[in-house]
């Protein structure tokens, strides 16, 4: 894809469901080639908020990666002016709207139809947002300045996605152009980083003689096909390299899950 994300199709795997009873059936059905073998799943814990803190430097948004808290919960906090412990899954499920909507450019129209609420309510919550992470309200800014000034976004790796479309007379793809100037740096930088990690993953596996291999990278996760004997070795080795292939301000966190199939991952 243009942000640099590998996209797959015969099949699509990239969007088999993950959320819907049907789709966790369909899950079901992917199993390793070999009997005695699990798959090991590696994933990548809201990358894309992490990049977000270290670029902008947002003091507020990196002490809550630097201390381990739940952004999604924390902002809930803030936009519904409530104790952390009080918020319920569902002003969670919003907070985590509005952090990502955000880093898209989704303006209140779109959140509100989102959320199923008031556009007013909507809007309420992105300047309760940047009220609380102004540092994320200027490199957003500095990012669309900088697009318009070069023609193009880079990722904390330096490749480059040319945005001609960010001076454009027409509005819809001067629009457009803002969100890729926004969201290349940013997830553009994730698709850099896992596959930065998918290499090293490769190379320690090969030094260490095991058999496990990579099957499939989907987004932010890593999907391995491994001997179950060395289900646990692998676990350890995947986490270190996925954690530690680039040093941001904060810090990158893995999850890792093993299992039969693809859904008990």
């Known amino acids: 894809a ?9 099949p699509n795997l990239q969007n088999i469901p993950v959320k819907t009873p049907l789709g966790k059936r369909i899950r079901e059905a992917f199993r390793p080639e070999q009997a005695g073998w699990c798959f090991l799943s590696a994933d990548y814990s ?45 002003q969670r499920r919003q907070a985590k709207a ?56 880079t990722t904390l790796l330096g490749r480059e996605r040319e945005i001609p479309e960010i001076l454009s007379k027409n509005p819809a793809l001067r629009q457009a152009a803002e969100r890729f100037a926004v969201n290349t740096p940013l997830q553009g930088t994730q ?32 999907l391995f096909e491994v001997p179950e004997e060395e289900a646990l070795e692998l676990s350890g080795l995947v986490k270190e390299k996925m954690e530690k292939t680039v040093q941001l301000l904060v810090p990158l966190q893995v999850d890792v899950h093993l299992g039969k199939n693809w859904k008990e991952c």
Request: net charge neutral.
């Open 2 to 10: 243009a942000t640099g994300r590998l996209s797959s199709e015969n």
């Open 191 to 222: 698709a850099d980083l896992i596959k930065k990690a998918m290499l090293e993953v490769d190379f320690g596996m090969k030094q260490l003689g095991k058999r496990g291999f990579l099957v499939l990278q989907i987004h932010d996760e890593l």
């Open 46 to 90: 809201q990358i894309e908020l992490r990049l977000l803190a270290h670029f902008s430097q947002d003091p507020v948004l990196m002490g809550a990666f630097l201390r381990q808290e739940d952004v999604h919960r924390l902002t809930a906090s803030w936009i519904f002016e409530i104790p952390l412990e009080q918020v319920s899954q569902e």
């Open 98 to 153: 509005v952090n990502f909507g955000v880093i898209y450019g989704q303006q209140a129209f779109g959140l509100a139809k989102e959320l199923g609420i008031e556009q007013k309510k909507a809007a309420a919550f992105i300047e309760a947002y940047f009220a609380r992470y102004p540092k994320v309200r200027q490199y957003l800014e500095e990012s669309k300045e900088k697009a318009r000034k070069t023609g193009k976004a």
